[in-house]
């Protein structure tokens, strides 16, 4: 069975930091691009960032460089997601998503097939 499964969300401070881990099993993950995505209320999913699986190439949205950084452990079958510098509209429902692909890092949502249920991040003070 295919599973992602997020943690290491919660409630932060403006401007404290926060890793999420994304887990995975079920398939080979070394394999697939490993993406994350965000959703805050009442607005559209949004991709934030994504690692490749051939030479681990990243992209990032603009709205989180320097900021937010991906990484990727095969052997334990994990992506994490480092957040720094918090800021009240990182505020979201927080995503890790997998696209089978070589090189070639997806960057929208219907590039991904398989979905983890999602991590809530809430900065608030």
């Known amino acids: 069975q295919v599973q992602l499964v997020e943690s290491g969300g919660g409630l932060v401070q403006p401007g404290g930091s926060l890793r999420l881990s994304c887990a995975a099993s079920?398939?080979?993950?070394?394999?697939?691009?490993i993406g994350w995505f965000r959703q805050a209320p009442g607005k559209a999913r949004e991709g934030v960032l994504a690692?490749?699986?051939?030479?681990?190439?990243?992209y990032y949205a603009d709205s989180v460089k320097g900021r937010f950084t991906i990484s990727r452990d095969n052997a334990k079958k994990t992506v994490y997601l480092q957040i720094n510098t918090l800021k009240p509209e990182d505020t979201a429902v927080y995503y890790c998503?997998?696209?089978?692909?070589?090189?070639?890092?997806?960057?929208?949502?219907?590039?991904?097939?398989?979905w983890g249920q999602g991590a809530q991040v809430t900065v608030s003070s």
């Open positions: 998503a997998a696209s089978l692909s070589s090189w070639y890092i997806p960057k929208l949502d219907y590039e991904y097939s398989y």
């Open positions: 690692v490749s699986s051939g030479d681990g190439s990243t």
């Open positions: 079920g398939f080979t993950m070394e394999h697939y691009a």
